[in-house]
């Protein structure tokens, strides 16, 4: 009984332990998400990424400024919805 119980406190060891360095590694996920973000903001150029279907997934604020949409309301829309179909295609 004794073995078992050194091995039930020892894997909670282990489990608190795994616990605690996800959240680390979540909170410096966080905080990189957070700087590359103000970085994608500051810049004067427009940048943006899209998924496969072509769907706008972000954008910075200066493609939010040029088409005078929220980032939000980017991710719902495609180029097609935005420029005419020869500049939506490039």
Same mark, same amino acid.
């Given at each position: 009984?004794?073995? +078992?119980?050194?091995? /039930?406190? =020892?894997? &909670? &060891?282990? /489990?608190?332990?795994? !616990?605690?360095?996800?959240?680390? !590694?979540?909170?410096?996920?966080?905080? =990189?998400?957070?700087?590359?973000? =103000?970085?994608?903001? +500051? =810049?004067?150029? &427009?940048?943006?990424?899209?998924?496969?279907?072509?769907?706008?997934?972000?954008?910075?604020? +200066?493609?939010?400024? &040029?088409?005078?949409?929220?980032?939000?309301?980017?991710?719902?829309?495609?180029?097609?919805?935005?420029?005419?179909?020869?500049? +939506?295609?490039?």
């Amino acid at each position: 009984r004794a073995k +078992a119980e050194q091995e /039930l406190t =020892s894997a &909670l &060891l282990h /489990l608190e332990q795994e !616990i605690k360095e996800r959240g680390r !590694i979540q909170l410096e996920l966080e905080q =990189s998400a957070h700087l590359l973000r =103000s970085f994608f903001d +500051a =810049s004067p150029d &427009l940048v943006f990424y899209r998924g496969e279907n072509h769907q706008f997934l972000g954008a910075n604020k +200066a493609m939010e400024k &040029l088409t005078g949409k929220k980032n939000e309301e980017l991710k719902q829309l495609t180029p097609l919805a935005l420029y005419d179909e020869q500049t +939506a295609r490039k």
